[in-house]
């Protein structure tokens, strides 16, 4: 059952997403869907070298995706951070690293822009 819910959920949202988040709750109203997204703690891989520990969370942002099946879709993204134990930074993963070198459409590179205007 898992396994097709993360197909259909690729169907749903960029692939991209659902490889580094998890849907952890929705809401549904008559005419909006609320998709609550919580990156996952794998360690990004310029960073695999160096030893890393979670250290929560951002704050979550808010980024409106396409519609789907006459709703307003609301993607509540809630970004990961990890303290570098070698240099004492909080690290996070780079959305352009992530995206180099693949076929993304420009609706989806323009989401990736509307992610890391939210860097701390």
Do not use: C
Not at 78 to 104: C, I, M, P, S
Not at 106 to 119: H, M
Request: glycine content about 4%; overall charge negative; charged content about 30%.
């Amino acid at each position: 059952m898992q396994d097709s819910f993360v197909e259909l959920l690729k169907l749903l949202l960029p692939e991209i997403i659902v490889d580094y988040f998890e849907l952890t709750s929705y809401k549904k109203g008559e005419e909006l869907l609320h998709l609550y997204l919580k990156e996952i703690n794998s360690i990004p891989k310029e960073y695999r070298q160096n030893k890393l520990s979670s250290k929560g969370f951002f704050d979550e942002i808010t980024v409106q995706d396409f519609p789907i099946r006459g709703h307003q879709v609301y993607l509540h993204i809630t970004r990961r951070r990890w303290l570098n134990e070698d240099t004492g930074q909080v690290v996070f993963r780079d959305w352009n690293l992530v995206a180099d070198g693949t076929r993304v459409t420009q609706e989806f590179a323009s989401f990736l822009k509307e992610i890391n205007r939210f860097q701390a």
